[in-house]
């Protein structure tokens, strides 16, 4: 079913292929999941797109924007975009999404796009709010994808606060500030809940180390090439809003 989506969703996108790029994502998402519970591998695809959202879908397949690598503070904050799919691959988020939309014959919410991990809106072109029991385990896979990621990322000897800082700059608009009628419909947890719960796993859960990394010469290397290739491309105006489809 993964390669089956997989092949659906690369229609339409442009995706990068750039071997030393794609290398050093692979090498990173390697790691992570060799310190998690995902026990299929994981398959890392860039969408050549300005735009910052990253999508998880069945099978370990897990696509990231050029705009989402380029907009991340160094390597901890990366590895922690890639704990969040994998703790999602971990957790069958997009299966169990899959089949929860099959039986409730939600054919208007495609379900390639679901289990997606960067900031999305919460109705369709067409205006129909999510219905209630997806969002709610939406909410709830949100939740559990931040517990089992921020833990993948420290088993991996990253600082777990560059977990924290990136889901707070990557939802920033998402639930900080949005009115209550839109968190209420939201299919993401509210930011603020999000960050109180992370900060208390790290706090009382993680063990305090030295040592933790938060970036390295490699990433530098890995971000100051990405700005070096051919300026990023515009979605196609056919191309689904990805990150705006529920």
Known sequence: MGETQSAILEQAPALLSDDGTI?????????????????????????????AYEITLPGGYQYITRGLLLSVQNEGELASALARGIAHTALRSAMSEF???????????????VGQDAPISTTSDS???????????K???ELDADYFGVQYLYRAGYDPACFIHFVQTAWAKDGASGSPTANAFSPFPRLPDRLKGLET?????????????ATTPEFKEFH?????????KSEPKSQPKLNRVD
């Not at 990173?28 to 299929?40: E, F, P, R, V, W």
């Not at 205006?127 to 385990?137: K, Y």
């Open 23 to 51: 290398a050093y994502l692979e090498r990173l998402a390697q790691a992570i999941a060799h310190n998690s519970d995902a026990q299929i591998p994981i398959t890392i695809r860039i969408i050549d797109s300005a735009e």
């Open 201 to 213: 796993e790290v706090g009382e859960i993680l063990p305090k180390r030295d040592g933790a990394v």
């Open 224 to 232: 100051e090439h990405l700005r070096s290739l051919t300026p990023v």
């Open 99 to 113: 089949i929860t939309a099959k039986l409730m014959h939600a054919a208007t919410i495609p379900p390639i796009f």
């Open 127 to 137: 205006g129909s709010a999510v219905p209630l029991t997806l969002r709610r385990m």
């Open 139 to 141: 909410r709830k896979e």
